[in-house]
Every structure is written in C-alpha cells, then in structure tokens.
C-alpha cells in the first residue's frame, strides 16, 4: 500500500534530497523540532499520551469490547470438544473436522468484506473522505450476526437436530465476528492516526495476552461445571 502519512512522506523526501546533494543541512520541519525536545516531552508524546488515549473513551471501549469479542472467540472452541462427541457421537478426528465451519465462515466474511470495500466504501472515499463514525458500517451487521449465531448454536446442538445446524450457525458467528473486529480496526486509525501504532499494541496486549489467556484457562472448566444442555 502506498505511504499516506505527510510527515513520513516529508521525511522521506528529505532523506532522499540529503542523499543526493550531500548537503545535511536539508531538513523537514518535523526533524528540526525533533532537535530541540526534551526527553521528558519525548516520553510523554510516544508513551504517556498514547496511554492516556488508551485509557479513555472511545479507546477504552473499543479495547474492552475487542478483548471480550475475542474472549468469546476462543470461549468458543473449547465447546466443540464438549458438544460434538456427547451430542452426536463424533469421535476425535470428526470432531476437529468440525473446526472448518469457521473455515467457511471467515471465507464468507471476507469476500463479503472485500465486496464491501470494492463497491461502497472505497469509491465513497474518493467523494469525500467522512468522519470516523461512517467507517464501522458492516459492524452493525456483524453485532445481530455474532449474537444470534451463539444463541442458535445453544439451542440447536441437540442429538434430535442434525449436526450441520449448529455449524452453520458458527459460520454465522465467524461473519459477525470478522465484520465487527474489522470496522473496529479500521476505527481506530481514523480516530487518532498520530497514536495509531501505539493504540494497536494496548489493543492487541488487552485482547491477545489478557482476555485471550484468560478465558482459555477457565473456558472448559466453566462448561463442564455448567453442563452443556438444560
């Protein structure tokens, strides 16, 4: 993807100019303020704001209802183990062939996304480029899909339905999931493009390393205990 930060542009262009005339003293504005900062305000704007933007709205939301999304993601899959080989009978390799419907799911998605992206989101950016709250469009979408492929799922992993149901609605569940962690992403930068890098790695520590790691460690236990039929 081509560069579209004028600034790393700015800096580039420099460095290229610097290089060709071998005279150093060719600057962009940004290097020459760079030379009279302090540390303590070096700190402050790669680390402290960053943390202070993380920590407020609408970051905090978005990162708490990322880890939660992603903890019901990997929530998910220890239930397969549980519900295919008492309810269907399915044996150990049966059983992870059924990890394919996210297959099919997130195949659906993207495609679906990318369609997206193709017909409406990109040429409607060559218009005019709207504000951020414009960019989270399939997540509306996704919020009823994600829901509703794990309420079907519950109700429809029984001996007396077929099988395919409750996977279909895991494929479901893949398209809302993909459709709302996308928009979030592509909000983020929209937001605040300054501490976007920053804001992706508390968003990926938050969700990966915390809610991931913790719903992995009670997830069975938590099935097992509460039983997976009524």
């Known amino acids: 993807m081509p560069e579209t930060s004028p600034e790393n542009i700015l800096f580039r262009r420099a460095r290229r100019l610097r290089k060709f005339t071998?005279?150093?003293?060719?600057?962009?504005?940004s290097e020459i303020a760079q030379h009279h900062m302090l540390a303590s305000q070096i700190l402050t704007s790669a680390l402290i704001c960053p943390l202070e933007i993380m920590f407020k709205d609408p970051s905090v939301f978005v990162n708490v209802y990322t880890g939660y999304l992603y903890g019901v993601f990997y929530t998910?899959?220890?239930?397969?183990?549980?519900?295919?080989?008492?309810?269907?009978?399915?044996?150990?390799g049966q059983t992870g062939l059924t990890f394919l419907s996210y297959f099919v799911g997130i195949t659906i998605a993207l495609l679906g996304y990318f369609a997206y992206l193709h017909w409406y989101m990109i040429p409607d950016n060559m218009k005019a480029f709207r504000e951020q709250e414009h960019c989270p469009f399939p997540a509306l979408i996704g919020s009823v899909l994600l829901p509703a492929g794990l309420f079907i799922?519950?109700?429809?992993?029984?001996?007396?339905?077929?099988?395919?149901?409750?996977?279909?609605?895991?494929?479901?569940?893949?398209?809302?999931?993909?459709?709302?962690?996308?928009?979030l992403v592509i909000?983020?930068?929209?937001?605040?493009?300054?501490?976007a890098a920053s804001l992706f790695a508390g968003n990926r520590l938050w969700?990966?390393?915390?809610?991931v790691g913790a719903s992995v460690v009670f997830a069975t236990l938590l099935f097992t205990n509460l039983g997976i039929r009524a």
């Not at 071998?22 to 504005?29: E, K, T, V």
């Not at 899959?77 to 009978?89: H, T």
């Not at 339905?161 to 279909?168: D, F």
Request: glycine share 4%; aromatic share 24%; with cysteine.
């Open 187 to 195: 909000y983020f930068p929209i937001s605040y493009p300054k501490y």
């Open 207 to 211: 969700r990966r390393s915390i809610t």
């Open 153 to 183: 799922f519950a109700w429809t992993a029984d001996p007396d339905i077929h099988w395919v149901v409750p996977l279909t609605d895991v494929a479901n569940f893949c398209v809302g999931h993909f459709w709302l962690m996308q928009s």
């Open 76 to 92: 998910f899959f220890e239930i397969f183990s549980l519900v295919f080989p008492r309810s269907y009978g399915f044996n150990p």
């Open 22 to 29: 071998g005279n150093s003293r060719l600057q962009y504005q």
